[in-house]
């Protein structure tokens, strides 16, 4: 086993992880899902350093879509090397094509903008992989990179295990973690939830960690070298030629595609008119992309079904949240109305413009995560400044 020496002493931040880390409950046998990257690296790395029993567990997700994957492989593995923990390399290709590539493309296809992230993470990370580790290897918990934060159950949290942002607000992946149910939550270790990237790439470094300074990986993991949703859905989709109309059936334009076009999007329409346009609907059936000028575009309320309750039972009775309704969107503040527990409404204090069918609709209360859902293509509820 190569032992890491390390320069200096962990800053207060670091140690307070620690600590964290030695306390928290468990048998503290983890594996530990490595992508290759400096954040799962460093999770790894603070876990072994807190007596944790470490095993390296990296999926192979993708074949024949860059070396992004085969990279992650080989710097998993050294990683695992160089901490003296054994690495398992699992091969989930079909999984993952199955749960997230085709479910993106037919998603696509029909007009919804879907989010593969929080499926991958519902569908593949912690449902299947967390399956793995306990029959293969008798791991109960699974770490990962994600900068969240879990508050285990306790009687103040009745019961349930919570979700809360990671401390780094650049950073935080709460957003996509919603989905996950408590009896998942409850076998999850976020250890870099309290750290910011900086503070992760600095212990990394003073670790000798060979991913400290590894470049951020994109948004898309999906695409060759980690390229952009367009070039991955033109890699599955054949272009299909549409138009681009107002509310009333007025064409504008024409298009290649409706996968190339997002709610709310003003710019790159290819249209000329006497004012901006923006889009607010993609239509599968017609193959259209309905656009509207801005004092039409917005939308006030929106329903939200498949909701997962995180850090609160369902509630019972209207409550204010904020709500964000993209990964990088700010939270707006709204009014859920329960319509059942796994279905509500949702009144904004403001017009919104980006609400997109497909997409998370997330709950917060400052920094707690209290539940999320998916935004539903048509809304029953009559826009009120109407
Ligand atoms: N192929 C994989 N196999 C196992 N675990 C993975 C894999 N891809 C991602 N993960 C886990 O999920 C976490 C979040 O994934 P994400 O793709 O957001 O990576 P990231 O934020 O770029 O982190 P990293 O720096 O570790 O790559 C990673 O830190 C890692 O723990």
Redesign the pocket.
């Known amino acids: 086993m190569t032992t890491l020496l390390p320069t200096a002493s962990a800053t207060p931040a670091v140690e307070a992880v620690l600590e964290r880390l030695r306390l928290w409950p468990g048998e503290h046998h983890i594996a530990?899902?490595?992508?290759?990257?400096?954040?799962?690296?460093l999770?790894a790395a603070l876990l072994q350093a807190a007596g944790w029993q470490v095993e390296g567990?990296?999926?192979?997700?993708m074949s024949g879509k860059g070396a992004c994957?085969a990279e992650?492989l080989v710097d998993a593995a050294a990683l695992c090397e160089s901490l003296g923990v054994p690495h398992h390399v699992v091969d989930f290709r079909e999984h993952f094509q199955a749960q997230i590539v085709d479910f993106l493309v037919q998603g696509y296809q029909a007009g919804v903008t879907p989010l593969p992230?929080s499926r991958c993470n519902r569908e593949v990370?912690f449902g299947p992989?967390l399956a793995w580790a306990e029959k293969e290897l008798g791991c109960m918990q699974l770490?990962?990179?994600?900068?969240a934060r879990l508050r285990p159950a306790a009687a103040a949290t009745a019961g349930r295990t919570q979700l809360l942002r990671g401390l780094d607000s650049h950073k935080d992946?709460s957003y996509f973690l919603y989905d996950l149910p408590q009896q998942v939550l409850a076998r999850l270790v976020f250890p870099l939830g309290e750290l910011n990237k900086t503070q992760t790439r600095q212990e990394a470094g003073r670790l000798g960690l060979r991913?400290a300074t590894?470049a951020?990986?994109q948004d898309l993991?999906l695409a060759d070298h980690h390229g952009s949703m367009k070039a991955f859905l033109d890699a599955y989709l054949a272009p299909r030629q549409g138009q681009i109309v107002l509310a009333d059936g007025t064409v504008v334009g024409s298009h290649d595609g409706i996968e190339h076009f997002t709610i709310g999007q003003r710019k790159g329409l290819g249209v000329a008119w006497s004012e901006p346009l923006h889009v607010v609907k993609l239509d599968g059936a017609m193959n259209q992309v309905v656009v509207a000028p801005r004092r039409e575009a917005g939308r006030i309320a929106c329903q939200v079904a498949a909701i997962n309750w995180v850090s609160i039972a369902p509630p019972q009775a209207a409550l204010q949240v904020e709500v964000q309704v993209r990964y990088r969107s700010a939270p707006e503040l709204a009014l859920l109305t329960p319509i059942s527990d796994s279905t509500c409404q949702l009144q904004f204090l403001e017009e919104q413009f980006s609400i997109t069918p497909g997409q998370a609709a997330v709950f917060y209360a400052g920094e707690l995560l209290l539940g999320g859902g998916l935004i539903q293509r048509e809304t029953a509820i009559q826009r009120e400044t109407d």
């Open positions: 530990v899902g490595l992508s290759g990257g400096v954040d799962s690296s999770t567990l990296t999926l192979w997700l994957c992650g992230c990370k992989m770490a990962t990179g994600h900068y992946q991913t590894k951020e990986s993991c």
